[in-house]
């Protein structure tokens, strides 16, 4: 298929895709947005209900290679529009289930549906869009989960004081399947994408996963994942129960960490395209960044909320810059492989398994051994996480200089 030069095609294109994956997170974070209200009206503890959402991060990162072979293989566009169905379905389930476990169920079932969204729209922007439009659009595309972040932020506290918890997922299905008549009307319909040659065919984009420099560009984003997951989930209750704050407030803190997510998207592009033409160069210097404000966030924490806001809003904001480079920029590189679904998918679900660890892990170490404790493992994931991107960034030029682009 040819390659979209209409710039009011390209635009439409970006705010198609955007709205979706901002309906995506809709559906797939405002659990974690109510769970602390869920833990103030069921009374069941912390640590029980979070394990749906560490359930969810598994299903969803294990759907995400599945989901990215399926869109080297099939239609993107069926694909979500699938992911989208289930997931609406999963939404409407959840607030007349009778017990945790239940939830969990239903929680899984919708992170994997949710699995089937990003790898698709990965592959249709790089089937459809020229390179260089490609990182602009990106971008744009990404915004779409700092939006559907502040949406939920912003409604789950409206809908709680008027209705209660379980509004908030019946409101996300509703948008849902809104998105899902959308997405059906107005996207494309592409063939799937074919290697460039048989001696690049050879070489499986696969095995270049469990070389060295990819175990490290993979471990340094499930770094990540477990803070920026971990910290947008858990930072309302941190609030709350450092600051004693009532919980409605908390949750409406949680709208600042998507406004700094944004503006991180927009630095970390210009970074990466103006500066740093080496991802896991861009990728540390970002790291660092958040590390500084993991650092402060420790130092400074219990002496003012304003403060513990805006240093997690940084950190969160970091990660998100991070997961832009190492998600969104470095799947192009294999299209020569012709697997652009299938990296995406695998690099992607390294995030989820950083989430996972960290949106239970957090629950347990905040519960046993306080937010201290707590507040001094991100300074350590993230100090680690520099130091891995850093160390990558020579084998990464070597492997991928520009004449392998």
């Not at 069921?42 to 394990?51: F, Q, R, Y």
């Not at 929680?107 to 592959?123: D, K, M």
């Not at 709350?240 to 997510?261: A, D, Q, R």
């Not at 697997?339 to 347990?364: F, R």
Request: hydrophobic share 50%; net charge positive; charged share 10%.
């Amino acid at each position: 298929m040819e390659k979209l030069k209409n710039k009011r095609q390209i635009n439409n294109l970006a705010l198609l895709f955007a709205i979706t994956y901002m309906i995506s997170y809709i559906t797939r974070i405002n659990y974690g947005a109510v769970i602390s209200q869920m833990v103030i009206d069921t009374g069941i503890s912390k640590s029980l209900l979070s394990l749906s959402l560490t359930g969810s991060f598994i299903t969803y990162g294990a759907g995400q290679i599945i989901s990215g072979i399926c869109g080297d293989k099939f239609s993107p566009k069926k694909l979500v529009s699938c992911g989208l169905l289930v997931t609406i379905i999963m939404n409407i389930l959840i607030p007349i289930c009778n017990s945790p476990y239940q939830m969990l169920i239903v929680w899984c079932i919708n992170g994997f549906a949710q699995a089937f969204l990003w790898p698709p729209l990965v592959q249709l922007m790089t089937t459809l869009l020229t390179e260089a439009d490609y990182a602009k659009v990106a971008v744009k595309v990404s915004w779409g989960s700092s939006l559907g972040t502040i949406v939920v932020y912003l409604a789950a506290p409206l809908l709680i004081s008027l209705f209660n918890w379980k509004s908030v997922f019946f409101f996300s299905a509703g948008l849902g399947l809104i998105m899902l008549l959308v997405w059906n009307k107005y996207s494309y319909e592409i063939k799937p994408q074919k290697k460039e040659s048989k001696e690049q065919s050879n070489n499986s984009s696969i095995k270049i996963f469990f070389t060295p420099l990819m175990i490290g560009v993979m471990i340094a984003i499930i770094l990540q994942g477990m803070l920026r997951d971990g910290v947008t989930t858990w930072m309302p209750s941190y609030i709350t129960e450092t600051y004693n704050m009532s919980n409605i407030i908390s949750i409406l803190t949680g709208v600042v960490l998507p406004i700094f997510g944004i503006i991180s998207f927009q630095v970390s592009s210009v970074l990466y395209r103006m500066k740093f033409k080496n991802p896991l160069m861009c990728s540390g210097v970002i790291f660092g960044v958040g590390a500084l404000s993991a650092l402060a966030l420790y130092f400074l924490s219990g002496s003012s909320a304003p403060l513990s806001v805006l240093f997690s809003a940084l950190l969160t904001a970091s990660m998100h810059g991070v997961n832009l480079i190492l998600i969104c920029m470095i799947p192009p590189f294999f299209k020569k492989y012709g697997n652009v679904s299938t990296a995406s998918g695998i690099l992607n679900s390294c995030t989820y398994i950083g989430s996972a660890i960290s949106t239970y892990g957090i629950a347990v170490l905040s519960e046993s051994r306080g937010w201290s404790f707590t507040l001094l493992i991100w300074l350590i994931i993230a100090l680690a996480g520099t130091a891995i991107c850093l160390v990558c960034v020579k084998p990464w030029a070597k492997k991928f200089n520009k004449s392998n682009i």
